[in-house]
């Protein structure tokens, strides 16, 4: 992909990431615990996805994107290991709050997610704008 369709690629990305945690929120407020968890998990996603583009990584899964965001930041400690903990248990959430049976996700388990997960949209995004300004 060419330099101009990676840098809208990675806007489109982060928008969504914005997007879906806004959602988050209508969610929470509607105590729609299981789907509020699918949207934070959706917004750290696509954060991490913009991150990773900012580093020409592109094309990969759920589970690729996680390992190459510890691997490339959690590990070698560009992003402190609260967030990748916090992505790995929102990866793990949605599977079960999306496919787990007879599950619900309450409020005390997922309104606390909320603040960090925005936490981690404003430190990715601190670090893209410096990516793509270099």
Same mark, same amino acid.
């Given at each position: 992909m060419n330099e101009q369709t990676r840098m809208d690629y990675i806007k489109y990305r982060f928008e969504k990431a914005y997007e879906s945690l806004n959602d988050a929120k209508l969610l929470a407020q509607n105590k729609r615990w299981n789907s509020c968890v699918n949207r934070l998990y959706y917004a750290a996603?696509?954060?991490v996805i913009a991150l990773l583009l900012t580093d020409n990584y592109d094309g990969l899964t759920h589970d690729g994107t996680r390992s190459q965001f510890n691997l490339k930041y959690i590990k070698d400690g560009k992003i402190d290991?609260?967030?990748g903990k916090l992505y790995s *248990? =929102?990866?793990?959430?949605r599977q079960k709050g999306d496919y787990g049976d007879l599950f619900d996700f309450t409020e005390e388990?997922?309104?606390p997610l909320?603040?960090?997960?925005? *936490? =981690?949209?404003?430190e990715i995004q601190k670090r893209i704008i410096i990516s793509t300004e270099e």
């Open positions: 996603f696509y954060s290991k609260e967030f *248990k =929102l990866f793990d959430w388990q997922v309104s909320i603040n960090p997960t925005e *936490k =981690l949209l404003i």
